[in-house]
């Protein structure tokens, strides 16, 4: 059943079509759908995230948010408004969103995936959100999504050595909250926030540090982002309800890890 998952998550196949060596396609579907309503895939990628940063094999030296946007299968819309009631041993998904996570736009539907990598090019958080959301809005949701248990016991790790970020999370909210958590960051200002604090003077505060050269490596998530697209049950979406689809990014988070 994990291989039918998988094949379908590579190959982006409808359900229905999936080889017959797997099994039946509706057992495979079920098992994939109970897994990403009650946390199963985010527990399996938790459960690898420790043992990975165990191996040392987590870069904390710089951690970069991004987000990219994904078109939307015109079979991915039309689910129920409401969420199916509790009926028996069935209970309601823990990430059902009523919205779904589905953006209009003149191009139709899209999904946009907010996710935190680290420099070994592999994902650490992953949220889902619909296609018109901001990205500076969703930073801090992100960063606080990053919980990697230790072994040993005692409180997990959460707080990355540095952060980086476009000028979309530039915002004194976010910088705020990162200088509250003491993590240093390299996310450069735009024009018009420069322009704002220069006008006020000595009321503006000093002008925020930034390094080209930790800026430079903010190619890791875009990188990131185009190894998680290969999948193409990720790059389009497919999944009508919005916490099934969060667990397929998260299933193709943890192959990339499984992988390198």
């Known amino acids: 059943m994990i291989n039918g998952i998988l094949f379908r998550l590579r190959t982006g196949v409808p359900w229905r079509d999936l080889p017959t060596r797997f099994g039946k396609w509706k057992t495979v579907y079920d098992r994939h759908r109970r897994w990403s309503a009650d946390g199963t895939w985010d527990g399996i990628l938790r459960a690898v995230l420790t ?11 710089m951690v970069s948010v991004d987000s990219t946007v994904c078109r939307t299968h015109q079979h991915a819309a039309g689910a129920r408004k409401q ?6 041993k069935r209970s309601r998904p823990s990430q059902h969103r009523a919205d779904e996570a589905l953006g209009r736009s003149r191009g139709g539907l899209t999904t946009k995936i907010h ?3 680290e420099g070994g090019l592999r994902p650490l958080s992953i949220l889902i959100t619909p296609g ?11 960063l606080e999504r990053i919980r990697v248990p230790r072994p040993a016991g005692g409180r997990p790790r959460t707080r990355p050595d540095h952060l980086s970020g476009d000028k979309a999370y530039s915002s004194r909210r976010n910088r705020r909250y990162l200088r509250s958590r003491q993590i240093k960051h390299t ?6 926030q420069q322009a704002h604090r220069q006008r006020r003077g ?3 505060g000093r002008p925020t540090g930034f390094d080209p050269a930790r800026y430079a490596r903010r190619n890791e998530v875009e990188r990131l982002i185009n190894r998680l697209k290969i999948y193409r049950a990720v790059a389009t979406r497919f999944d009508k309800r919005a916490y099934v689809f969060h667990g397929t990014v998260t299933a193709a988070a943890v192959r990339l890890w499984l992988r390198s």
Do not use: T, Y
């Open 187 to 192: 996310i450069p200002e735009r024009r018009d």
């Open 83 to 88: 969420a199916p009631r509790k009926s028996g």
């Open 115 to 117: 996710l935190a990598g």
């Open 51 to 61: 043992d990975a940063d165990a191996r040392g094999r987590i870069d904390w030296s």
């Open 132 to 142: 018109q959301w901001g990205d500076a809005p969703q930073m801090i949701p992100v």
């Open 202 to 204: 000595s009321d503006g």
